[in-house]
């Protein structure tokens, strides 16, 4: 059975950092394009990072680049995207994705919120 579970969601005050984790399972990780999507309230859902299948290459939306950093560990089938310098415009869900040619897999998401 495949599953991706994201974690380390919450409420942070701006100027602040989470980390999330993505857990896959029931595929072959190694073999996936992963990313992060995340759905601000009332918004549609944005691409907020990629990482190869390799983790050599990563590609970031320009609202996040510099702050954000996504990486994976391929030996525990997990990708993680580190948020520095949160805004409180960074108040989503965060869902986690993979993709290998036609296929393609989500995570139930996690609530990030950044509020003082």
């Known amino acids: 059975q495949v599953q991706l579970v994201e974690s380390g969601g919450g409420l942070v005050q701006p100027g602040g950092s989470l980390r999330l984790s993505c857990a896959a399972s029931?595929?072959?990780?190694?073999?996936?394009?992963m990313s992060w999507y995340r759905q601000p309230p009332g918004k549609e859902r944005e691409l907020v990072a990629r990482?190869?299948?390799?983790?050599?290459?990563?590609n970031y939306a320009d609202s996040v680049k510099g702050r954000f950093t996504i990486s994976r560990d391929n030996g525990k089938n997990t990708v993680y995207l580190q948020m520095n310098s949160l805004k409180p415009e960074d108040t989503a869900v965060y869902y986690c994705?993979?993709?290998?040619?036609?296929?393609?897999?989500w995570g139930k998401g996690t609530l990030v919120t950044v509020s003082s």
């Open positions: 994705n993979g993709v290998r040619g036609f296929v393609r897999y």
């Open positions: 990482i190869t299948s390799t983790g050599d290459g990563t």
């Open positions: 029931g595929f072959t990780f190694s073999s996936y394009l």
